[in-house]
């Protein structure tokens, strides 16, 4: 008999557009985010979005094991997603799943194109997503902080690769579904983005939408990740802030 | 790249096909927004419920469905269970190596599952025995024998037509007893979700890529349309896209379906 029995709300979303923790279509949960949060990482962040608490943590450029698989002309990325025993109501059992699995793959192909591999020919960035709490919406809350890891970890990159969630309930198209939405949603849709150039660096979907929907979702999910990356540049920025004195 | 396919592709072959490409052709001589042939395969192979071996170009796909009766999951105890699997055969490439499968058999498995599942293609509320304790189970199994390049388009045609062949056996409750009837029943397809695969070469999107297109891009992305014209599931692999491609691609797509979807139905 499992102890944790997840129930559906009665309504996921009201006629005036409430959703289950109080919040309108375009409204997204608290972020918070922190850089440098481990000493032995070359980079690393902490992440926490709505009840999500994610950490990232980058090692490398460095030398590559097994050696087979080092790249003579360009690093290596490799990625991994995971999820804690305790980072869900029922334990998880340990280890990677084929969810996980499938996760790290796109993790890794929505930060590659960000990462300037070719300055680093035959090593290897390690980017490690460690989820501790999740609330919905983890990936791209990982994505988020593994990209803030990543350039905290002085990997030359192309730009900052921001991520953000959008779905549909009912007729609302709702920006960063919660855990509710997440389970009982009509459709579910994480989207990263390099917002310098606009590149859609992970995209997937889950649920049905019309065009038109689609391209609303689209649009909602641009605007959403446009200010996750104003977040994320101002928690790389903040421990170099200028200090100045002036002695009288 | 997914299988190491780079390997596979010669340095001119690769040229070759980009250059094609920024002159609006491709080596095998289709437009764009075109697939190769496609041949689902007479005869019996398997001792599946329902099965289909398909061929899109050189890629050939055997598809397989298994029932069976189990317990259902425990938060949906009045839904049936469905599994699916892909292996990439050791036959079908030289790339391809022995073993459990690695991330892109099981991103490529669940890609498939993902667009079927996500219109609910197969009703899973109608194959509850017992709410709560006995449930059939469908298990799609994806044999990949002949690799040259889109696997997701191939094996979600294979998937469709064989579960819209399946017929399982009925099963009866008497007192308490699971009694199999000899009568069989047939596992109903409410939607017919088509993933529609692309891949991006320099400033040119492609339909259906080839192993060398696939080798050779810079970018690609399955997306499932189903009968509404709806989206039902998007997966970007390697590369990135602009929301103009991505928008393009869909509406690429939408007008593809009724093409492949008559071909699932006339298979079935």
């Known amino acids: 008999m499992p102890l944790y029995v997840e129930r559906k709300p009665e309504s996921l979303i009201t006629e005036e557009g409430i959703r289950t923790d109080g919040r309108l279509p375009h409204e997204m949960r608290p972020i918070k985010m922190m850089v440098g949060v481990l000493e032995k990482a070359d980079g690393s962040a902490f992440v926490e979005w709505g009840g999500n608490r994610i950490l990232a943590a980058v090692f490398g450029p460095r030398e590559v094991h097994p050696k087979h698989m080092v790249l003579p002309d360009r690093a290596l990325v490799r990625a991994r997603y995971n999820m804690a025993p305790f980072s869900t109501p029922e334990r998880r059992r340990p280890g990677p799943d084929r969810r996980s699995i499938e996760l790290s793959k796109v993790i890794r192909e929505a930060l590659k194109p960000a990462i300037f591999t070719e300055n680093y020919p035959g090593s290897v960035i390690d980017i490690f997503v460690e989820v501790l709490r999740s609330d919905a919406g983890t990936r791209v809350a990982g994505i988020n902080a593994a990209s803030l890891a990543l350039a905290s970890a002085g990997v030359a990159m192309r730009g900052l690769v921001s991520a953000c969630s959008v779905g549909r309930v009912g007729n609302f198209i709702v920006v960063d579904p919660n855990h509710d939405e997440d389970m009982w949603g009509d459709s579910d849709m994480p989207l990263a983005m390099m917002m310098e150039s606009e590149e859609i660096t992970l995209l997937q979907a889950d649920g049905t939408l019309s065009e038109e929907e689609f391209k609303e979702a689209l649009d909602l999910g641009r605007k959403a990740i446009r200010f996750v990356y104003e977040v994320q540049k101002e928690a790389l920025k903040r421990p170099y802030y200028l200090v100045e004195r002036r002695v009288v | ?268």
């Not at chain 2, 509850?128 to 059939?136: A, M, S």
């Not at chain 2, 199994?141 to 579960?163: H, K, Q, R």
């Open chain 2, 1 to 268: 790249m997914m299988f190491d396919q780079e390997i596979l592709t010669h340095n001119l072959m690769k040229d070759y096909i980009r250059e094609l490409a920024e002159n609006g052709q491709r080596v095998d001589g289709r437009g764009f927004h075109e697939y190769r042939p496609i041949e689902v395969l007479n005869g019996t192979f398997t001792k599946a419920e329902g099965e289909a071996w398909l061929k899109l170009g050189e890629t050939q796909v055997l598809v397989g469905v298994k029932a069976d009766l189990g317990e259902p999951f425990p938060d949906t105890p009045d839904k049936g269970v469905f599994v699916s699997n892909a292996e990439l055969l050791p036959v079908a490439s030289p790339t391809f190596e022995p073993g459990p499968p690695d991330e892109g058999a099981i991103e490529l498995a669940r890609v498939v599952d993902r667009a079927i599942r996500s219109v609910d293609a197969i009703d899973l509320g109608s194959l509850v025995i017992l709410p709560g304790k006995l449930v059939y189970m469908i298990f799609l199994d994806m044999y990949v024998l002949d690799y040259d390049g889109n696997l997701e388009d191939s094996l979600t045609l294979a998937s469709l037509i064989a579960l819209g062949r399946s017929e399982i056996p009925e099963v009866e409750l008497k007192n308490g007893e699971i009694e199999v009837k000899e009568s069989k029943r047939k596992l109903e397809l409410k939607d017919i979700p088509i993933n529609f695969s692309f891949v991006k070469i320099g400033s040119k999107i492609l339909l259906d890529p080839t192993i060398e297109e696939e080798s050779v891009s810079d970018a690609s992305i399955t997306v499932a349309i189903n009968k509404d014209g709806k989206v039902c599931s998007v997966q970007k692999r390697h590369g990135t896209f602009s929301v103009d491609e991505i928008l393009n691609i869909v509406s690429v797509a939408k007008s593809k379906w009724p093409e492949l979807a008559s071909i699932v139905r006339e298979a079935i």
